[in-house]
T-cell receptor
Framework: KAGVTQTPRYLIKTRGQQVTLSCSPI?????VSWYQQTPGQGLQFLFE???????NKGNFPGRFSGRQFSNSRSEMNVSTLELGDSALYLC????????????????FGPGTRLLVL | SQQGEEDPQALSIQEGENATMNCSYK?????LQWYRQNSGRGLVHLIL?????REKHSGRLRVTLDTSKKSSSLLITASRAADTASYFC??????????FGPGTRLSVLP
């Protein structure tokens, strides 16, 4: 099976702009989670989508949003970009959504590196 | 708040030596997983250990879990240059989605 793919791989934007990142999960996986990775804050959970519904959300401002399509592909959008949004954005897919009960393994894509100038 | 905390932050060893990384966490967990990340790339799942397990092996990897001390360790035996990467523990806890620690940067010198 093909792995998780993310596009674009690299992106340069300026403050105030908006950006949309895309993630295609492994075939058959219905859950897609997004993470932000920065040197200062490490890996932080943004949100999770399952069957086109947001199931969980991390502690990020409303400028960060996402959606999932019927084919499980997901997009995340960041509006009014700030310098601090420069980061590696990672998408991960899994068969099931997080339930807090059954263990699950997430499979990560290569990430999109966003630089905000 | 971060659940997992890896120790040490950075580790340098020679090829062939063993590398041990530790992860501590704060609350009760359902399971703990270890991931590897090569420089600036995505994370690769290494191993999952459930809260009712004490030790698991996978190839050159050995993971232990001590729920009484809220800690886990990852041992990589007979390390290779290709093991150079950052290693993260991630905890899955009731009411808390995946939480990653800050990671341990491992350098294996030839």
């Amino acid at each position: 099976k093909a792995g998780v793919t993310q596009t674009p791989r690299y992106l340069i934007k300026t403050r105030g702009q908006q950006v949309t990142l895309s993630c295609s999960p492994i075939s058959g996986h219905r859950s897609v989670s997004w993470y932000q990775q920065t040197p200062g804050q490490g890996l932080q959970f943004l949100f999770e989508y399952f069957s086109e519904t947001q199931r969980n959300k991390g502690n990020f401002p409303g400028r960060f949003s996402g959606r999932q399509f019927s084919n499980s592909r997901s997009e995340m959008n960041v509006s009014t970009l700030e310098l601090g949004d420069s980061a590696l954005y990672l998408c991960a897919s899994s068969v099931e959504a997080w339930s807090g009960r059954a263990p699950r393994t997430q499979y990560f894509g290569p990430g999109t590196r966003l630089l905000v100038l | 708040s971060q659940q997992g905390e890896e120790d040490p932050q950075a580790l340098s060893i020679q090829e062939g030596e063993n590398a041990t990384m530790n992860c501590s966490y704060k609350t009760s967990i359902n399971n703990l997983q270890w991931y590897r990340q090569n420089s600036g790339r995505g994370l690769v799942h290494l191993i999952l250990i459930r809260s009712n397990e004490r030790e698991k092996h996978s190839g050159r990897l050995r993971v232990t879990l001590d729920t009484s001390k809220k800690s886990s360790s990852l041992l990589i035996t007979a390390s290779r240059a290709a093991d150079t990467a950052s290693y993260f523990c991630a905890t899955d806890a009731p009411g808390q989605n995946f939480v990653f620690g800050p990671g341990t940067r491992l350098s294996v010198l030839p």
